[in-house]
């Protein structure tokens, strides 16, 4: 529950941000290489087993990233800027969060609607669902979409970033690192 109006982030907001960030770039790399880089047959199957099961350990950790999101609140804006920067920003937030769990459970339902298991590292198996071609395809269609869809906004929020951090020499970005609110 939201109790107080932060004005920072706290340091769980700061390691969560930063390691879902990484997994995100990370998987959108991973997954664009296993697609365009490695030529079909066992080896890009191998490597699918991993970009999958690490994929379902980015969405569970990205649902506790998001729920302490949603606890705390999001911080007001470090300085004040014109209506439609804010718009922007918040918009392209909200795109990032529901990125976050889209792109992991489109990717989930493409496997187990093609019928394929989803393996834990060996530790357990997420089984298949009964084969249905069409939601997979449906489903394969969102997670390549979906990924585009991300690219773009990483690349707006990220210039975003820059932009306060060496045009308007605020502490947007800092507060993001440090949780300092002043540079
Ligand atoms: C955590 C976030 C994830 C990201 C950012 C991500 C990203 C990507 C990208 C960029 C591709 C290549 C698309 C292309 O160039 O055609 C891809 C392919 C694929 N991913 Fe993921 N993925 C994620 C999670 C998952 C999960 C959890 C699964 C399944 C359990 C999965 C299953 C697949 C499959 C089966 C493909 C190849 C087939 C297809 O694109 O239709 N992904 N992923
Ligand atoms: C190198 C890449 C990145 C940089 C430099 C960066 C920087 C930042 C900064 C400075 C903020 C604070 C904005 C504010 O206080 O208004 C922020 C917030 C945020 N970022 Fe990033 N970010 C990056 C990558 C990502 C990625 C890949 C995602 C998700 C896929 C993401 C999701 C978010 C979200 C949802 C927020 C809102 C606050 C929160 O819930 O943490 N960021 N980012």
Redesign the pocket.
């Known amino acids: 529950m939201k109790t107080e109006r932060h004005t920072t982030y706290d340091f769980v907001s700061r390691l969560n941000h930063w390691i879902v960030a990484a997994a995100?770039i990370g998987?959108?790399a991973f997954?664009?290489y296993?697609?365009?880089f490695v030529p079909s047959g066992p080896g890009q199957g191998a490597l699918?087993q991993i970009?999958?099961a690490i994929?379902?350990l980015?969405?569970a950790y990205g649902l506790w990233r998001i729920g302490w999101r949603l606890a705390r609140g999001f911080p007001d804006a470090v300085a004040p800027m014109p209506a439609w920067q804010d718009l922007i920003a918040r918009v392209t937030h909200w795109v990032l969060i529901a990125c976050i769990i889209l792109?992991?459970v489109s990717?989930?339902m493409?496997?187990l609607f093609g019928g394929h298991d989803?393996d834990m590292f060996g530790l357990f198996v997420i089984p298949g669902f009964s084969k249905n071609a069409l939601l997979s395809d449906l489903a394969?269609d969102m997670?390549?979409t979906i990924?585009n869809v991300l690219i773009v906004f990483i690349i707006l929020h990220v210039a975003g970033a820059l932009k306060h951090h060496v045009l308007d020499r605020d502490a947007t970005l800092v507060r993001m690192i440090s949780g300092r609110l002043s540079r």
């Open positions: 995100i998987m959108l997954g664009t296993i697609e365009d699918l970009h999958k994929g379902v980015v969405l792109m992991p990717g989930m493409t496997s989803i394969g997670h390549d990924a």
